[in-house]
């Protein structure tokens, strides 16, 4: 580890004050004195005092190098002392963050020495998630600019070059061996510096269409994991198809849900399990259907049992709407345990999402979606329309949606058991239960491709 110096405060600008001294230690003991240029921490040039973390937990402090350093990236002796090192760059959504999360958990379970590093915004759960998992997070300030308000974009401009400059300042700090694009505006710079300073890059694109970010970066990366064939011409030779990597809870089997397969003789009668998902931060038109939806569900007759994920906005008022309505709903704003609410779902209401639709062919679950009409180049329509042809989800365009629509395509598909079942057997037939140990596997080759191995 290593400790700075105490007393000695650095100046506000690294340009008007002198390099200061810095103790160097090792577990076995001090190994010297060093200078090091000073500055205001994250926002000059100069070292940062950090609390260094392992798996096991914090294990003190240490300045971050700068000067040199920063472009030689960690010290040796911290390298020889540990595995390698992967930064994950991006997030923003769960759609981004939960696939690099499922990346990062199989890169620890093969190499439990490595260091995996997330950063992104920490907007929203992000970090917090992030933490959840065991894994550290830094900061980069970076806003989008694509299917946003002009006030929006250019704030979004404005931040390109301190985006860079963080960006710049975590490669240094964190050192990586590989650096890991998870989709999103928060990766761009960080994978575009990682490729000019040569650490070798690898970007994970979900979608049908990639993001305006992966296509963007497509000409420098060393390689790309994507999950359709149709998306490989977009990266030049350097993709490959690896589905989307899903956390294994969601391949669990669960016997309550309604299975792919030929149906029981005699299934015990219980409620029907409606899920509805509108992604980490919630969908509000399908949140309104549902309440309008609510009292033509109850009217029915047909036993429902309802999880909703509503967002942090609309909890309330859907928790409100189904309680009047007289329908037996548990209402959250998120759900941790996620994977498992699913696996026991018969049908589920949901956004687009490709990680979304990843976890719902990884669990066999039969689908009504209502793809985003404002995402980025219409990739969740394309996305929705791929389960749709192989017969494993609904589209209901959110252009028109009611709350008579919608329960009248939950209610056809609570009285059509054989359907559901079909519909979960070709949900399953899209599912890549390898996807994590195709994508580790490539991560390893540029790892080792990075210390000449």
């Known amino acids: 580890m290593t400790a700075v ?28 004195r060093r200078t090091e240029p000073s500055g205001d921490d994250w926002r000059g ?59 990062a958990r199989e ?13 992104g915004t920490g907007r929203g759960a992000e970090a917090r998630t992030v933490g959840d998992h ?14 946003t308000s002009w006030p929006a974009r250019v704030r979004g401009f404005s931040l390109l070059p301190v985006s860079a400059w963080d960006a710049w300042r975590v490669l240094g700090r964190v050192g990586p061996d590989l650096v890991i694009g998870l989709g999103g505006y928060s990766a761009g710079a960080v994978v ?26 497509a000409p420098v990366v060393s390689a790309a994991a994507v999950s359709h064939d149709a998306t490989l011409p977009q990266f030049r030779g350097k993709g490959f198809v690896a589905g989307n990597p899903v956390r294994p809870e ?3 089997p669960t016997a309550s849900a309604t299975p792919p397969g030929p149906p029981a003789a005699s299934p015990p009668p ?67 345990e996620v994977a498992d609410i699913m696996r026991r779902a018969d049908v589920v209401v949901s956004r687009a999402g490709a990680t979304t639709l990843a976890e719902l062919a990884a669990s066999g679950r039969p689908s009504l979606l209502v793809p985003l009409p404002g995402a980025a180049d219409g990739h969740q329509q394309a996305n929705a329309e791929v389960l749709a042809e192989r017969g494993a989800a609904e589209v209901l365009p959110e252009a028109g949606l009611s709350g008579e629509r919608l329960a009248a395509r939950v209610l056809a598909l609570a009285g059509d058991d054989g359907r559901r079942r079909r519909m979960a057997a070709a ?24 210390s000449g191995a």
């Not at 949900?427 to 491709?449: Q, W, Y």
Request: hydrophobic share 40%; aromatic share 4%.
């Open 427 to 450: 949900a399953r037939t899209l599912a890549r239960p390898r996807a994590v140990s195709v994508i580790v596997d490539r991560a390893e080759g540029l790892i080792g491709r990075a």
């Open 270 to 336: 219980r409620p029907l399990h409606v899920l509805v998902l509108g992604g980490s931060q919630g969908a509000h038109a399908i949140n309104v259907a549902m309440t309008a939806a609510a009292p033509v569900l109850a009217a029915s007759g047909v036993a429902l049992a309802v999880t909703h994920q509503t967002g942090p906005r609309d909890q309330g008022l859907v928790q409100e709407a189904y309680s009047r309505a007289g329908v037996s709903a548990r209402v959250a704003p998120f759900f941790r």
């Open 45 to 103: 040039t100069g070292p940062r005092p950090v609390t260094a973390r392992t798996p096991g937990g914090s294990v003190g402090r240490r300045a971050e190098p700068s000067g040199d350093d920063w472009r030689a990236g960690r010290p040796e002796v911290e390298r020889a002392m540990s595995g390698p090192c992967v930064l994950m760059s991006g997030g923003g959504t769960g759609g981004h963050l939960y696939p690099g999360i499922a990346v």
């Open 107 to 119: 890169l620890r379970r093969r190499r439990p020495g490595a260091r995996i590093v997330f950063a």
């Open 192 to 217: 575009l510096l990682a490729a000019l300073r040569r650490i070798p890059t690898m970007v994970l694109e979900q979608n049908v269409k990639p993001g305006i970010t992966n296509r963007l970066l």
């Open 250 to 252: 969601f391949f669990e």
């Open 5 to 32: 110096t105490a007393g000695r405060r650095a100046p506000a600008r690294p340009s008007v004050g002198g390099p200061r001294p810095v103790t160097v230690r090792t577990p076995g003991g001090s190994v010297g």
């Open 134 to 147: 065991g894994f550290e997070h830094v900061p980069i300030r970076s806003a989008g600019l694509k299917g």
